[in-house]
């Protein structure tokens, strides 16, 4: 594996990426990766970063690992989208959401933004940096599973000003407005657990039949192991009981990436 490290994605807002690399000529996709924090703090080279990398640089993926705005308030939007933000919020709260506010605000709006244009900038520039298809997945880490997954069910007020990813693996994370998902959506997958003090699963059950209602393509993956951020080293080296390491079942997400291509 190789790494090239602070790419500027986008200068405006000086954010940056940290491109990870097979060791081969060109990768056959990219998987953005996005962390955890409440989108209130986190980087993008925390120690999990590395692992996650690896395991996908040695499926023969790129993976690039970005940095996104904390801490925004609506005062970063204009006065039409804290309108819409506003709303959001009250309708997710309505649907039965219980978690922070802070994590289906101002913020989270402002990283799912900040994704999409990493997905722009990689498909303008993912040849010349060695992708060899302009398919994207996004592996998300609790705040950055949420921007993730909404971003490939997108507000409706946001539909055509974002990017969708191909694929999404979120993980201790949820889907903070279920109404929007749809039957033909990208295919997104969830690794929960139960006793999780931060985003709790229900939560993530609330998309989950929402999905199964609709017949949206959205799995949720009950790992039956406890907790937030114990989630992380569940995916990481935990086995389904079927035999199969959640590891793979990540990688196997992500190989809908080379379809069709």
């Known amino acids: 594996m190789k790494c ?102 101002a913020a989270f709006i402002a990283a799912m933004e900040d994704m999409s244009n990493a997905i722009e900038y990689l498909w303008v520039e993912g040849e010349r940096l060695g992708i060899a298809s302009r398919k994207l997945g996004v592996l998300g880490i609790s705040a950055g599973g949420i921007a993730g997954l909404a971003l490939a069910y997108p507000p409706m007020a946001w539909v055509r000003r974002v990017s969708r990813p191909d694929a999404v693996v979120a993980i201790s994370s949820a889907v903070v407005q279920p109404w929007r998902l749809e039957k033909d959506g990208p295919p997104c997958l969830m690794f929960h657990g139960p006793n999780d003090r931060i985003i709790d699963i229900g939560n993530a059950q609330l998309g989950a039949a929402r999905a199964e209602q609709l017949g949206a393509p959205l799995t949720l993956m009950n790992t039956k192991v406890k907790g937030h951020v114990s989630q992380v080293d569940e995916v990481l080296d935990g086995t389904h009981p079927d035999g199969t390491p959640y590891i793979q079942m990540v990688i196997d997400q992500f190989a809908r990436l080379r379809e069709d291509d």
């Open 4 to 105: 090239v490290s602070d790419i500027v994605y986008d200068p405006r807002h000086k954010l940056e990426l940290d491109l990870y690399l097979p060791d081969t000529l060109t990768a056959d996709a990219c998987v953005i990766y996005a962390h955890g924090g409440g989108f209130r703090r986190g980087h993008r080279a925390h120690v999990e970063t590395g692992h996650f990398a690896q395991k996908l640089t040695d499926a023969g993926f790129a993976m690039a690992s970005i940095s996104y705005r904390l801490r925004t308030d609506l005062d970063a939007f204009s006065e039409e989208d804290i309108e819409h933000i506003q709303a959001q919020v009250a309708r997710s709260e309505k649907v039965g959401l219980d978690m922070s506010p802070n994590l289906y605000g």
